[in-house]
């Protein structure tokens, strides 16, 4: 894997910020940065009837929007060194291979067509369900002053790799980080619910997070954890702590909440309603 950030625009706002953010990460990092665009020669799934200088027409669209790119890159953060890349090929097939030579892969969450179509479209949840490593998804919003970093926690050892990065993040960025597990009352019927018992669940949630937290608190000692643990919806629980965080982190999957999928629901869930960035980490 090549030490580097890369960032995926199409000239969208949200692509904009997601370049921006890219360059701020790669500072952080002191690693390079790549923008990449993917011109797609058959845009409309027609490979027998391609429009007209279709081709010659979106390579130079697309070098123009690289140019741009570039420019609000430097401009922001002039400290990194960046580079560019015009690919033609599959949005979705390309940011696959993409993703898996780069330290994370950073996209917008809205596109104008090119990688997304619509708000949280089929291509973002495509590349952040399939891709290895790290995706981060940036909305067109995402410039407001960094904030704590969220995390969410659960008893899975898929969630490690989440907690690796979002420990990093906070490091890098010197801010506090917030482990949030969220936990469900259990479903008696008609039985009315006994406080002792969800007491002790609470106790339980609040051990399996300390004992999860242990080993990458004794690896990053420099950074202050709050551990938030509570009864909701993890989706509604993520969601909430995300209006105040610089980054949401979650896992691709988990157990029991997370589900089976490739992307699970919370994840899926998180990406549509965080109010700034999340990033998937895959296991």
């Known amino acids: 894997m090549t030490e580097s950030i890369t960032a995926a625009t199409d000239g969208s706002p949200a692509a904009m910020a997601a370049v921006k953010w890219a360059a701020d990460d790669a500072a952080r990092r002191g690693l390079p940065l790549r923008i990449v665009h993917v011109v797609d020669r058959w845009p409309y799934g027609v490979a ?17 929007v690289l140019a741009e790119a570039i420019a609000v890159a430097t401009k922001y953060r002039p400290d990194v060194r960046v580079t560019t890349e015009l690919i033609e090929g599959s949005p979705a097939k390309v940011l696959r291979e993409q993703a898996g030579t780069a330290t994370e892969l950073v996209i917008g969450s809205r596109g104008l067509g090119g990688f997304v179509g ?7 949840l495509h590349v952040a369900g399939h891709v290895p490593g790290t995706v981060v998804v940036v909305r067109a919003d995402a410039d407001r002053p960094h904030g704590e970093i969220v995390v969410g926690v659960d008893g899975s050892a898929e969630c490690e790799p989440a907690l690796a990065y979002a420990f990093e993040q906070a490091r890098l960025r010197g801010c506090a980080l917030r482990a949030v597990n969220a936990w469900q009352r259990p479903v008696y019927g008609l039985i009315p619910e006994i406080p002792a018992d969800i007491a002790e669940i609470h106790r339980f949630h609040q051990r399996m997070v300390r004992d999860k937290l242990g080993t990458w608190r004794e690896k990053f000692p420099e950074v202050e954890v709050v551990e938030d643990v509570r009864s909701a919806h993890p989706v509604e629980a993520l ?3 995300s209006a105040r965080a610089g980054l949401v982190v ?3 999957r988990g157990m029991g909440a ?5 992307l699970g629901s ?3 869930g998180v990406l549509h309603h965080a109010h700034g960035p999340v990033a998937v980490v895959h296991s």
């Open 250 to 252: 979650v896992g691709s």
């Open 118 to 124: 619509a708000l949280l479209g089929s291509m973002v």
């Open 239 to 241: 969601t909430e702590a």
């Open 258 to 262: 997370v589900g089976s999928m490739l």
């Open 48 to 64: 027998a009837f391609p429009p007209p200088d279709w081709a010659e027409f979106a390579a130079r669209a697309g070098e123009q």
């Open 266 to 268: 919370v994840s899926r």
